[in-house]
C-alpha cells in the first residue's frame, strides 16, 4: 500500500480486509454519522444501504446495482435482470471480492486468500479459473448481457463493464 495514496483509496483497499459483520458494522457507523453529509457517490455503479429490521436492530442492507446485475451481500442474493441467479459460497464470495475492487485486477493470490483462506493449495490456478468459468457462465444469462468477469493473462480476474 502506497501511503502517498488518498484517503479514500486507502480506505477501500482495507474495507476488503475486513470480515462481512465488521464491514457492516462501519458502513452502519459511517452512513448514521454522517448522514447530514450525504454526497452522490463518484463511482458509476450504485451501492445503496437500505434497512432491515433484525432481532430488533435495524442493519443497513449492501446493496449494489451494476448495470443489469443486482447484487446484495446480506441476502446473498445475486440476479440479472431480476432473474436470480444462483451461486455456491465460494462463487458468491468471489463475486464479491471483484465488485467491491471493481475495475482493479485481482491478483490469482489475492482471490485465493480471500476465497480459499488456508484450505487453498499455492499453485494451484485450475481452481480459480474453474470458479471464474462457472461465474461468468451462471452471469450470462443472455448473449446480450456484458461479460463481466476480464481475465488479466497471467496476473489475475477484474470486474468490469466497460
Known amino acids: 500500500m502506497d501511503l502517498g495514496e488518498p484517503g479514500k483509496q486507502i480506505g477501500e483497499k482495507l ?22 453529509d450525504c454526497a452522490p457517490a463518484e463511482n458509476s455503479y450504485v451501492i445503496s444501504h437500505t434497512s432491515t429490521l433484525q432481532a430488533d436492530v435495524e442493519l443497513p442492507l449492501t446493496e449494489i446495482q451494476e448495470g443489469e446485475l443486482y447484487f446484495c451481500l446480506e441476502e446473498r442474493e445475486v440476479s440479472i435482470r431480476g432473474e436470480k441467479v444462483d451461486l455456491s459460497a465460494r462463487e458468491f464470495n468471489t463475486l464479491y471480492l471483484l465488485l467491491m475492487n471493481r475495475k482493479r485486477v485481482m491478483t490469482f493470490e489475492t482471490i485465493a486468500y ?8 499455492e499453485n494451484e490456478l485450475t481452481a480459480i479459473h474453474n470458479i471464474m468459468s462457472r461465474l461468468r457462465q451462471k452471469l450470462k444469462t443472455s448473449p446480450d448481457i456484458s461479460d463481466y468477469i476480464i481475465g488479466v493473462r497471467g496476473v489475475g480476474y477484474k470486474f468490469d463493464t466497460t
Open 114 to 121: 480471500h476465497v480459499w483462506g488456508e484450505e487453498y493449495v
Open 15 to 36: 474495507f476488503v480486509l475486513l470480515d462481512a459483520e465488521q464491514q457492516r458494522e462501519l458502513t452502519h457507523y459511517v452512513l448514521t454519522r454522517n448522514k447530514q
